[in-house]
C-alpha cells in the first residue's frame, strides 16, 4: 500500500497565484486531515474531513479550501496565496478518530513570494 | 482554549543519556494520547499511543510514556538515546467528543555521538 500520497512536494508561488495540494490515501480511511507546520509551532490544524461530503475548519483555516468528493482524496486549495502561508503542509488519515493513530504524508514545502 | 504543551524545545543530549520529554495538555475528560517522530526530512510517525489502561504505555525503538491524569502530563521517556534517535517529537491529543488532533509545538532531539 502507498499509504498516503502528497502532491507535489514541493512548489513556489507568486503572492495572489492559485494552487491545489492533492491528497489521496489507498488505506478506506474515513478521517482525513490537512495541518501546517511552521518552525517552533507544531503542527496546526486547517481542515479536516470525517467523511466524503463532510468537511470542518480546524485552528487556522483562513486562506484555504478543501473538499471530499470521494474517501479517497482530501484536496486542499489556496485561492490567493500570500506570504503567511509559505510553509509545509502535511496531510494525514485515520481509520476512526477514536482509539486509531494518524498516518501522515510526506508533505508539501510551499513557498509564497 | 485548547492547548497542547511541550516544555522543551530544544534538548541536546550526548548518546546514551537518558531522556524525559515533558508533555501536558489542557483538556478535561477522555482524552488520546500520541507521541510523534519526525526525522529529518521525513514525515510524521507514530511513536506510542494510549487510549486506556496500563498509563505506562511502551513504543517502538524503546520509548515509553506515562499518562498521569492528575497531571494532565504524558512525558516521553528512554533510558538511552542513540545517535539516530535525533529527531523532531511531537505529543498530541484528541478528546473522545472532538473530531480533530492537536499537536504540540514539538521537540527538537539533538543527540551527540
Known amino acids: 500500500n502507498a499509504g498516503v500520497t502528497q502532491t507535489p512536494k514541493f512548489r513556489i508561488l507568486k503572492i495572489g497565484q492559485s494552487m491545489t495540494l492533492q491528497c489521496t490515501q489507498d488505506m478506506n480511511h474515513n478521517y482525513m486531515y490537512w495541518y501546517r507546520q511552521d518552525p517552533g509551532m507544531g503542527l496546526k490544524l486547517i481542515y479536516y474531513s470525517v467523511g466524503a461530503g463532510i468537511t470542518d475548519k480546524g485552528e487556522v483555516p483562513n486562506g484555504y479550501n478543501v473538499s471530499r468528493s470521494t474517501t479517497e482524496d482530501f484536496p486542499l486549495r489556496l485561492e490567493l496565496a500570500a506570504p503567511s502561508q509559505t510553509s509545509v503542509y502535511f496531510c494525514a488519515s485515520s481509520h476512526g478518530f477514536r482509539l486509531t493513530e494518524a498516518f501522515f504524508g510526506q508533505g508539501t514545502r510551499l513557498t509564497v513570494v | 482554549a485548547q492547548s497542547v504543551s511541550q516544555h522543551n524545545h530544544h534538548v541536546i543530549l550526548s548518546e546514551a543519556a537518558s531522556l524525559e520529554l515533558g508533555c501536558n495538555y489542557s483538556?478535561?475528560?477522555?482524552?488520546?494520547l500520541f507521541w510523534y517522530v519526525q526525522y529529518p526530512g521525513q514525515h510524521l510517525q507514530l511513536l506510542l499511543k494510549y487510549f486506556s489502561g496500563d498509563p505506562l504505555v511502551k513504543g517502538i525503538k524503546g520509548f515509553e510514556a506515562e499518562f498521569i491524569k492528575s497531571k494532565f502530563s504524558f512525558n516521553l521517556r528512554k533510558p538511552s538515546v542513540q545517535w539516530s534517535d535525533t529527531a523532531e517529537y511531537f505529543c498530541a491529543v484528541n478528546r473522545y467528543n472532538n473530531n480533530d488532533m492537536r499537536f504540540g509545538a514539538g521537540t527538537r532531539l539533538t543527540v551527540k555521538p
Open positions: 483538556y478535561g475528560g477522555t482524552v488520546n
